[in-house]
């Protein structure tokens, strides 16, 4: 149904009013920093500082030309001091805890992505110029710089957050910034609850984990891959020493002994980069129990296999790949990258080897993040990795905008129950026995 003249004239109205509001803000922001006495700012505490630009605030947006009710003069005094101090019109997306990815594709187009599902939203910018200070001045925080000559930053905030900014040469049409949170941190019950995953597929992973079985986590982007890494460190027994490593450090382990290592970008003259290669390499030298690496995306991934296969059993990492058998493909390429002459089936074997099983994460139709498989790798057939699927996710079709399925057990019994009783964890037969799980998402 077409929209009717009048709400188009009404929609055409706020979006006029929220351009003439930035750029007033804009305007008394520039007219603050030309007032105050920089000299002083270093002596004068948080607070003092805060009561000052509200009074400057205050006053100039009094003195005006712009009619505003006393409501938005109060939001304008909030928002040039959310420019002075935090992240201008993004600031109140970062404190609002429903808000997982904050996406700017110009100073008009602001969008966040809210329990799966992206929203448009009526934050806007004055201009490519207002967008550019604000991503300048979070590079800056970060000690990275963003110009011309390196039109890219990609970094951690001091909350956890990533942040990924690119700007012209290389955006056509302006800067464009990404914020990826992780304000809600999530539990195993959490994701019992919400569907993700049911408690028997938990049960079973949870004996995994503690027995010391190497494992990778696979999925598209935003399937929760990270999120679910750290639910999984949860089942690690607590006397067990641990080392990360990322290249952004995004893993928040549910444990206490963590050393956690991040990769280094160059510097402006191209030197001094840190890869996580070099990081896996040193990590064996630092006595782990279990290495695990944010995400494998290179040629650490033969160290990492390495590691799996040399007394660090249980492991873990995650990898962007849409299939299970295509995420083990990739662990082949990557394995190549590292610049050893080895037949396929040689690393095939050594795969096999060092992996025992794989999770399959996907994000479906309405933002829904499932576990779609859970897979024993064997080593045997089917060739080339004897892949067997223990529980999978099975789609049964769309419903108001959301995709809906249940979960099954396939009847497949895996080879490491056995490794499982040698560390002392039994898990009873009929857990795995062909049949529906109880969780199913009709019912939700």
């Not at 040039?80 to 700017?104: K, N, Q, R, W, Y």
């Not at 951690?156 to 900014?165: E, F, I, K, M």
């Not at 490491?416 to 199913?440: D, M």
Request: net charge neutral; charged share 25%; hydrophobic share 40%.
């Amino acid at each position: 149904m077409p929209a009717s003249p009048k709400w188009l004239k009404e929609q055409a109205q706020l979006e006029t009013f929220a351009l003439r509001f930035q750029k007033l803000k804009a305007e008394v922001h520039r007219r603050i920093v030309e007032a105050i006495d920089l000299n002083k700012l270093s002596r004068w505490n948080q607070d003092r500082l805060r009561r000052e630009i509200r009074g400057l605030a205050e006053s100039m947006s009094s003195s005006s030309t712009e009619l505003l009710s006393e409501i938005d003069r109060e939001r304008l005094v909030q928002e040039i001091i959310d420019e002075v101090f935090g992240m201008g019109p993004l600031e109140a997306l970062m404190h609002d805890p429903t808000v997982s990815d904050i996406l700017v594709n110009g100073p008009h187009q602001v969008f966040v992505e809210r329990r799966g599902r992206l929203e448009d939203t009526e934050v806007v910018f004055a201009d490519n110029a207002h967008l550019m200070m604000i991503i300048q001045r979070i590079a800056a925080r970060l000690g990275r710089r963003i110009d011309e000559s390196s039109p890219m930053v990609d970094a951690r905030l001091p909350d956890g957050s990533r942040v990924n900014a690119i700007i012209p040469p290389l955006s056509l049409d302006g800067p464009v910034l990404s914020i990826r949170r992780f304000a809600e941190r999530l539990t195993a019950e959490d994701l019992v609850t919400n569907g993700t995953v049911p408690p028997e597929i938990l049960q079973v992973l949870e004996a995994c984990v503690a027995s010391r079985l190497s494992l990778i986590v696979s999925g598209g982007t935003g399937s929760g891959k990270t999120t679910f890494l750290n639910i999984l460190s949860r089942f690690i027994p607590l006397e067990e020493r641990l080392v990360t490593i990322e290249d952004s450090a995004e893993l928040m382990l549910q444990r206490k002994h963590v050393v956690r290592l991040e990769t280094r970008p160059p510097n402006v003259e191209g030197a001094g980069e840190v890869r996580q290669r070099e990081l896996v390499r040193n990590a064996l030298r630092m006595r782990p129990d279990r290495i695990i690496v944010g995400e494998v995306r290179g040629a650490e991934a033969l160290d990492v296999l390495q590691a799996m296969n040399t007394g660090h059993e249980g492991s873990m990492t995650t990898i962007h790949a849409n299939d299970t058998l295509d995420a083990l493909h990739r662990m082949e390429m990557m394995v190549m990258l590292a610049g050893f002459e080895m037949p396929v089936p040689i690393i095939r074997q050594y795969v096999a080897g060092a992996v025992r099983l794989l999770v399959q994460l996907s994000r479906l139709k309405g933002g829904r993040r499932r576990i779609m498989r859970v897979t024993e790798i064997t080593g045997g057939e089917p060739a080339p990795y004897g892949l067997r699927d223990i529980f999978i996710f099975r789609q049964t079709g769309v419903k108001d905008g959301r995709a809906q399925g249940h979960f099954e057990a396939t009847g497949h019994e895996p080879a490491f129950l056995a490794h499982l009783k040698s560390s002392g964890i039994e898990l009873p037969k009929s857990l795995f026995a062909q049949r529906v799980l109880s969780w199913q998402e009709e019912s939700q």
